[in-house]
Nanobody, 126 residues
Framework: QVQLVESGGGSVQAGGSLRLSCTAA????????MAWFRQVPGKEREGVAG???????TYLESVKGRFTVSKDIAKNTLYLEMNNLKPEDTAIYYC????????????????????WGQGAQVTVSS
């Protein structure tokens, strides 16, 4: 299991930007399937963005063009750059890593990761 530590949540007005970070306490994050999920109380956790070992990415339709997921291999860190934030983006955001299914895409669809971060609150006001 990989320890994941998140940072960077906060409160912004609609149209603003935030960047979430997720640092993995492991060498070789480049080889990991990693992803960002979010959850609102009373609703299921949903996949926001995923990235595989080759750097290929996938996004929730509603965040395409506004959010960017990336890895900094040297820092063992996963990022989620969020621009043009909307009130409906308000949620607790979780990073995830270590996929045990055949493909990263399968893990993203199934929310099936072994390690999860502690969560970071993102609040967007109108």
């Amino acid at each position: 299991q990989v320890q994941l530590v998140e940072s960077g949540g906060g409160s912004v007005q609609a149209g603003g930007s935030l960047r979430l970070s997720c640092t993995a306490a492991v060498y070789g994050v480049s080889s990991l399937c990693m992803a960002w999920f979010r959850q609102v109380p009373g609703k299921e956790r949903e996949g926001v963005a995923g990235i595989n070992s080759r750097g290929s990415t996938t996004y929730l339709e509603s965040v395409k063009g506004r959010f960017t997921v990336s890895k900094d291999i040297a820092k063992n860190t996963l990022y989620l750059e969020m621009n043009n934030l909307k009130p409906e983006d308000t949620a607790i955001y979780y990073c995830a890593a270590v996929c045990e299914m055949l493909t990263c895409a399968a893990c993203f669809r199934g929310k099936n990761y072994r390690s999860w971060g502690q969560g970071a609150q993102v609040t967007v006001s109108s």
